[in-house]
């Protein structure tokens, strides 16, 4: 227990936090702790989940049980407005008839701020968002962009310890989508608050988080920053749905230390990391990701070196990606264009056989 008055680690806290409706399990028992200054996103696909936990630590909804703490201190029946929090939506509901300047300063104008308090603050939001030339305009004069930094600018200027984000990229086109990733980032590190961001988008969530939630029908299934989620999946589910991957399913056949082996069902024995769970004699699946398996022409000595026949080759650039089949199984490789060539010889074709092979530590055994 931390001392009362002490400041907690978390900016946010969920514990054990369920919300149902009627008979849909929203959220289901969710835990974590979003520390203070921290880029923190929400991510899975639709329907699991996100949006209702973001209106939960809004104070929009009320959890069915369990509790939302912001800076150590349960937040019970506290309205919206009585959190320290702000959000900003996908769709931005700028007042249309009000200018940029007008929609910034509505709320602030609402608490009985004084005329040069709001002047010099809603300055300020504008600069921090670069539209200060834009103060007198119309939302229907502007960009999405644009429209959607005023938005931003409107829940800045509240100064909120916490900003909380439901998908605030989703309306831009993805050029758009790039820029603003980056400079919604930027901004998170000038002022230094902390943002949870809402996002279906794995890549986004990737680029822009110092840690993510994995959220699947209505359960963190796992927390971590994007090296961890990436590279480390606990499960199946997360393996998948960020980045790409190869799965083989088999039996563990053997358990040693952090390594495992397993017999896919095709006959072929490969060695992994065995992640928590993995036991020998359970099902379990292989997962190793298309750009960490080699293909080459003759087998060398290596574990996890297994012949296979070239079935599609798709050259895209910067990588070659090759189909190849393991018996049955399809594997997917991706081969870095580390050398300039003109030479179509240089690279496998389709019917051609060759040898797949990659390090035990580079692929993962998921005990699912
Ligand atoms: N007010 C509500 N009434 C009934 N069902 C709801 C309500 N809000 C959300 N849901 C349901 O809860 C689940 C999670 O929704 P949501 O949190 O919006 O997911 P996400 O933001 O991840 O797409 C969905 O099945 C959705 O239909
Ligand atoms: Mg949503």
Avoid at 145 to 157: C, F, H, N, P
Wanted: hydrophobic share 40%.
């Amino acid at each position: 227990m931390p001392e009362a008055g002490a400041l907690s680690e978390f900016a946010v806290e969920l514990r054990d936090v369920s919300k149902v409706f009627g008979d849909i399990v929203a959220v289901d028992h969710v835990s974590m702790g979003i520390r203070h200054n921290e880029f923190f996103a929400l991510l899975g696909p639709s329907g699991c989940g996100k949006t209702t936990s973001l209106r939960i630590i809004a104070g929009f909804e009320r959890p069915t049980s369990g509790e939302v703490y912001i800076d150590n201190k349960p937040m019970g029946n506290t309205p919206p407005f009585q959190r320290n929090v702000n959000t900003v939506f996908q769709s931005y509901a700028l007042f249309p008839h009000m200018t940029v300047e007008q929609n910034i300063s509505f709320g602030l104008e609402m608490k009985g701020v004084s005329k040069a308090e709001i002047a010099r603050r809603v300055g300020e939001v504008l600069e921090l968002v670069r539209l200060p030339h834009m103060a007198k305009r119309y939302p229907r004069q502007m960009s999405g962009g644009q429209q959607q930094r005023v938005a931003l600018a409107r829940a800045l200027v509240n100064r909120p310890k916490v900003l909380l984000l439901d998908e605030p990229l989703g309306a831009l086109d993805a050029k758009l989508r790039k820029e603003m990733q980056i400079e919604l980032k930027t901004l998170q590190r000038e002022v230094g608050i902390t943002f949870i961001f809402v996002t279906h988008d794995q890549e986004e969530a990737l680029s822009m988080s110092d840690r993510i939630a994995v959220f699947s029908k209505g359960k963190v299934l796992q927390i971590g920053t994007p090296l961890e989620i990436y590279e480390r999946p606990t499960s199946r589910f997360v393996a998948d749905f960020i980045g790409e991957t190869n799965f083989l399913t088999g039996r563990v056949t053997q358990v040693d230390g952090e390594f495992a082996q397993i017999t896919t069902n095709g006959g072929a024995t490969f060695r992994g990391r065995a992640m928590p769970g993995v036991r020998a004699g359970i099902e379990a699946t292989l997962s190793v990701r298309p750009e960490k398996v080699q293909l080459v022409e003759q087998p060398d000595d290596s574990v996890n070196c297994y012949e296979v026949v070239v079935r599609s080759i798709a050259y895209v650039g910067s990588d070659t990606r090759v189909v190849v089949m393991l018996g049955e199984n399809r594997i997917d490789v991706w081969e870095q264009n580390t050398i300039s060539t003109l030479d179509p010889n240089y690279f496998f074709k389709p019917g051609e056989r060759a040898w797949l092979t990659f390090k035990p530590e580079n692929a993962l055994v998921l005990a699912e």
